[in-house]
């Protein structure tokens, strides 16, 4: 393979090789760029919605909160088995979503304990106008995919993501 047609993980396994020929990095032909392209995709998705003044953890709650139907309320245990976060990045995200007025937070009916989130009508604006930008730059990111490769990819990340438990 020429240098051209080398990315940072076949450097990264090549200079390992070089210094530890007896590990094993083949696994790192996936799981390096899945984490590398991982933080690529939420840094282009960041810079896309500096224009609605949100971040990738707060477009995920709105859209979450959205996504969920009428009346666009969870409470924090379902809003949290339905985001891409942490608990730390969802509780730093309800607190910026809550000051910009984006959500309202109140008593769940069920269980007066727990604060539900509910999408305030500002952040359901906001949500419908930003979630299309960010559907196209994931269109953008695959672009280069043939249609079948692409539905390969999510098929094998799926059987990845199916069979692999957490701290993995």
């Known amino acids: 393979m020429t240098d051209d047609k080398k990315d940072l993980i076949d450097r990264i396994r090549s200079d390992w090789a070089r210094e530890r020929p007896e590990l094993d990095t083949s696994a790192m032909e996936i799981i390096g760029r899945i984490i590398h392209l991982g933080g690529t995709f939420r840094s282009q998705a960041d810079q896309a919605l500096k224009g609605f003044d949100l971040h990738y953890s707060d477009l995920d709650v709105l859209a979450t909160l959205r996504r969920s139907g009428a009346p666009y309320q969870l409470n924090p245990t379902e809003l949290m088995k339905s985001?891409?976060?942490?608990?730390?990045?969802?509780?730093?995200?309800?607190?910026?979503?809550?000051?910009?007025?984006?959500?309202?937070?109140?008593?769940?009916?069920?269980?007066?304990?727990?604060?539900?989130?509910?999408?305030?009508?500002?952040?359901?604006?906001?949500?419908?106008?930003?979630?299309?930008?960010?559907?196209?730059?994931?269109?953008?990111?695959?672009?280069?995919?043939?249609?079948?490769?692409?539905?390969?990819?999510?098929?094998?990340?799926?059987?990845?993501?199916?069979?692999?438990?957490?701290?993995?």
């Open 83 to 168: 985001v891409l976060l942490t608990s730390g990045a969802m509780t730093a995200a309800l607190g910026r979503l809550g000051r910009a007025d984006l959500i309202t937070r109140r008593p769940d009916a069920s269980d007066g304990r727990v604060r539900a989130v509910r999408l305030s009508a500002k952040g359901h604006a906001l949500i419908d106008e930003a979630i299309p930008v960010r559907f196209q730059i994931a269109r953008e990111a695959v672009a280069e995919l043939l249609q079948d490769d692409r539905q390969r990819l999510g098929d094998l990340l799926r059987k990845l993501s199916l069979t692999t438990g957490p701290g993995v």
